[in-house]
């Protein structure tokens, strides 16, 4: 299921589009990093990625120091997230 959410920036309002991950691919060369982003179902049919995302190893590295602190708020408010139950993602490193 998508989402949309308006965004402003330097271009003026436009819609994003969100979609929903479980499965993740993480790759990356001396150059840069690739993210991989899928759901995986249980039926057996396996993970269908659909959003691949390339950048660079510093802004790779901003981006797990601003998850790590977004996690930490969110565990401030509601409470510690369970990294091992059934919503846990599956996780590769290529």
């Given amino acids: 299921m998508a989402r949309r959410n308006k965004h ?13 991950a479980n499965y993740f691919k993480v790759g990356y060369n001396a150059f840069e990093f690739v993210l991989d982003f899928g759901q995986h179902y249980t039926e057996g049919k396996g993970a269908q990625l659909h959003t691949r995302i390339v950048t660079g190893p510093g802004y790779a590295k ?6 790590q602190d977004r996690i930490e708020r969110y565990e401030s408010d509601f409470g510690s997230i369970n990294a091992g ?3 846990a993602a599956t996780l590769r490193s290529d």
Avoid: V
């Fill in 85 to 87: 139950g059934d919503d």
């Fill in 8 to 20: 402003e920036d330097a271009h003026g309002a436009r819609e994003l589009e969100g979609r929903y």
């Fill in 62 to 67: 901003e981006l797990l120091r601003f998850l």
